[in-house]
């Protein structure tokens, strides 16, 4: 995550409250903000360790409803231990409000990266498929994880986007952002999302599953390779409760797709969803089959490494240099 801004912020007034952290961490600068919350570059004050601090708004800590969703991102993350999913280091919950601190990790989402928020500035097709298959690496153990009782937890990311991938100056991408996720333990809700990445159950407020977030991986997919957004505009695929149709063909929008790429990417948008591609592993094997017949090579990952670090490599390492004054450590009880 890349934020530019001054170094030292004041607690911020009607919004993100800062006393439940503030023993903890050293808060430095913001790095992100959105309607729920805003995330903190922060370094816990026992150790010097660099986190990503989530704050939600001060006006969203006493419903129930968000406070649920947010002790629920809380619990699965914990749970989830894989390269390419951010780590939760530590949690906490008190009167005055929640905090989630996250593995800080130094890069730039896939939307800043790809300008899928903005002009689109194309990726390499091969880098842009190695960070399709670490994001679908992720979700698959997502996917996987195991309640305590050895059960299948039925976990559902509900968000993939190129917002929620966050690409490492070590050239991996890591998911990011379970807020809205679904599991046995929190399966009903408001429809949540961003819709221009939802499945048409997920957008109906139908039942979901994982493969939900292969319909949302595709999409990704479909706008890695087209060298553009699928849907134009404001980015929405349709007003929620509508019927989505299939996107339209790879090769009608870049007739120079590689075959193999693009058929595989369709196995995941499929708007039937007992049609659709069943997991994110098995769409992770289709695309390195139709990238062999294709004969695209894969870009590994000090290739992304090197790519990533020229495009926010400077960005990066000024406000490393900002934050280079060391804090004193002051224990980690509690």
């Not at 990417?265 to 049609?275: C, P």
Request: glycine share 12%; proline share 5%.
């Amino acid at each position: 995550m890349v934020a530019s801004g001054s170094m030292r912020i004041s607690r911020p007034s009607g919004g993100a409250s800062l006393t439940l952290a503030e023993a903890r961490f050293e808060v430095l600068l913001p790095i992100a903000s959105g309607g729920m919350g805003t995330v903190y570059l922060a370094r816990r004050r026992c150790d010097g360790l660099e986190v990503a601090l989530k704050i939600p708004h001060a006006f969203l800590r006493d419903i129930s409803e968000f406070r649920r969703e947010m002790e629920e991102e809380a619990r699965l993350a914990a749970q989830i231990r894989h390269p390419h999913v951010v780590a939760l280091v530590e949690a906490g919950k008190a009167e005055d409000g929640l905090y989630l601190a996250m593995e800080y990790v130094e890069g730039e989402t896939l939307a800043m990266l790809g300008g899928i928020a903005g002009p689109l500035q194309s990726l390499p097709l091969g880098i842009g498929v190695r960070m399709l298959l670490d994001a679908l690496a992720g979700l698959h153990a997502a996917h996987e994880l195991k309640d305590p009782e050895g059960r299948a937890a039925n976990v559902v990311h509900c968000d993939v986007c190129p917002q929620n991938l966050l690409v490492g100056l070590d050239g991996r991408t890591r998911v990011i952002d379970f807020g809205v996720a679904r599991s046995n333990a929190h399966a009903t809700g408001a429809i949540r999302g961003r819709s221009a990445y939802m499945a048409p159950e997920q957008a109906q407020g139908r039942a979901v599953d994982r493969r939900c977030d292969v319909w949302a991986a595709g999409v990704v997919g479909w706008e890695l390779v087209a060298g553009r957004r699928l849907h134009e505009g404001d980015g929405r695929g349709g007003a929620l409760g509508e019927e989505p149709g299939e996107p339209p063909p790879l090769q009608s929008v870049r007739p120079d797709v590689p075959r193999g790429l693009a058929r595989a990417l369709e196995a995941a948008l499929r708007v039937d969803v007992a049609g659709r591609c069943a997991d994110a592993a098995t769409l992770a094997g289709l695309i390195l089959e139709g990238c062999r017949e294709d004969g695209l090579a894969v870009a590994a990952h000090a290739e992304v490494a090197a790519h990533v670090g020229a495009l926010v490599g400077e960005r990066i390492a000024r406000r490393r240099a900002e934050v280079a004054e060391l804090v004193t450590p002051q224990g980690c009880e509690g």
